[in-house]
């Protein structure tokens, strides 16, 4: 079951351009593409007359033109040319999305259009700041439920367990972090201070700490399927929890989960340097080693939704650290059942 | 649902011999092989004592015999010997199948046996002409429904959006054709011609035209399975539509579409070279080109077919240039209708 | 169906380390490792916690340790600690599978463990003997149920067709070998012989016989999975029947088939020179020429399944050939009908 009336990324704005995309989103086949006017559309990539893909076809000065038999579509999913006949059938259409090019994504709305409204779609301004926060993108296909990786980011303590050779460390530092929750209107938010700790091999990768760090992790969760985080270190003894205005390490980074079926997920995220900004090798290094790291997630979270595919989550126990994630997956649940209720 | 009472294409007459091949038709797991004698058969591909393939096994004197454990059947399935024992249970036999060997095709029944009738069979005589009609034959194995692909080819309109490389050329000229429809006992024939047009990519590596062309296209469907193709061009101007026995371009297609299952068909086609005849490399360019277009095709209809698997068909829109497509349909689903009263 | 109140082979005991082994046994996602004390345990590969496959996590010195969030779990399946905090949440354990290392094997019990009677657990002694049985083992995953794998067992007239490049020969010497079957408790004992008769290539790789010999093939079937044998071959004219103990060829083999799922089988197999004890090569050898006569056998029972996966069994058909095999079928239908009982 997904929540339907909600924004997701259908894509980075920078993947799609004239050449059709097709993409599966809440289990539904959507094609992607831009008019020769630029702007992006998305619809349903099934065409109306023999259910031939549409990101089969290529896009020409009216819309995009069905690779099979030709008919053409507009970006509302007008059908605007029929080969052969100059009544275009009133039926022949086919079902579009709202879609909307912001700070760098692309935000489709797969529930009902009348209640998309754009004004309710995530900020993110890092994304437009390339001097202060230069930054790259990634993407992964993961086979797990979205939940799932969203129940990741929540309990923090798996960093030391899954990413030793990372952004990990001594377990226990991650497992006895000082943590303060917020609850918000849309999810919740949760501070990390870990003070007086070892940095993780990333970390030293990009700052040679020479000593013990302060390090913070900043997570706000916007349910659906948007966590923002900023992390970052700075070296103990410079009172880090008073200004974290000084040098040191930090990124921000943006995990944006889209459902492509309830089994697997679209991983939309992106990495922004934070501490040495005229530096493009320091950015390029922080991308490749946050990438490494999500790959050591997506191992542990598929088998995790094999095994739960097989003998379900009963009987599972919950623990203390589990309690973000408890709170992320109530909000998830009422929204659920509002839609339902609707 | 399958039409069972009826010839299929099993197999080219030379892809079976002495070494038994598994063939799944209309689902159901076939083993065709010749006796010694050089006379082909078809038994249903499970030994009746295990349940082992007796495509696992070997053509002996006097019959099939089991891979397993040695017991052997003869052309009608009658089991004729048991390793170890002089008597035969007799239950043992396997279910065999009417086939007969016409023109280069295997074709076999999957119907009640007693109403096969061999002077059903379609007469294709090029197959056996090869100083007039020089060919050679392909099969492919294209994961739809065998239905898709005889719709591929009752809406030529096709041929200019998915072949411009090989036979397509301008789709509009393929739009505009001047098609002739008449309904036949056992399906539909219909002629399109292509005045004064551009000769395609494999036309023109075929033969070198020096400009325009006029083109015909001539098909019979003959249900549920095969459709008859005579294609070719002259020179525009020499008056081809009274008189097509001209130097120019000409060739004969088989299309015989087996369903495997419901959702995938073996392609027998064959091409038969009908302008420079006494040219063996001409004959292999043209296996050639047709090769790739049929490629192409099966890319298509393949799409199609997933989307079909998880959307349906409902909501579909017919345009004008589906008339002949609607008529093949009809007789496929009368036939249907009548074989399921009986 | 499988019967679950039985010891299984659960891996060859050097398969077992303190790195954790994921194998799945009667379609149950089963750990294996070994506690720092070097006494191995079988787990539910599933942590109780967040569901993910305790096989990604390692031993510790207090157990395993979930490679997710740091729960581990000592041999008993109890849950000793979780990271954050002092108390265990009561229900924190997951299930214990009663595992004994004996003659190689690890045996596991899936079934009640009050049931599970150590002394029950086959004996073996020729694995623990290198001097007069040096061996070596193997392991087949094969894709039918384990029945098929028994069956092949018990019909030995399968010899002479498959096995025919190496341990089978004349089809017609298998299927006249004079036999003789005993009811035994737990199933049936069978002695064949083939006196004069031709050796076959694996028989003649090992020892270079210069004519016929006389054959025998000792199969003691012990339900439900495993099959002991001990085969070989003498010159004849020397009186093999009265007495085996003379310069030839001999082996031993262990069958001990695991049911993975209930088309799918874990096929621990051991090979035992009992002629040449001296000679690794001659060890070797017969290592090498068995693994393949299995694998011979594999292509056959897979392609087996297939069919009766698709057709089922209904409408085959008995010959004499079967007998062992219907006595084996019936012991383990009379367990599963017992089982099913109480």
Known sequence: MFIRNAWYIAAWANEVNDKPLARRILNEPIVLFRGKDGKAAALIDRCCHRAAPLSLGKVTDVGLECGYHGLTFDCAGQCVAVPGQDKIPQKARVRSYPLVEKDEFLWIWMGDPEKADMATIIDYPFHNDYKKWPHKHGLYHVKCSYMLLVDNLMDLTHIGYIHGKTIGGNPMTHVKADMVTTPTEHGLKFTRWMPDSVPPPSYLKAVPFEGNVDRWQEFEFIAPTSILQWSGAIDTGKGARDNRDQPGFSLRLYHGLTPETETSTFYFWSTANGYQQEDPLATELLYQEIGKAFLEDKEVVED???????????????????RARIHMRRTVDRMLAEESRN
């Open 304 to 322: 995790q939704q094999a095994r739960i595919n097989e003998l379900g989550e009963d009987g599972l126990v919950d623990i203390v650290s589990d």
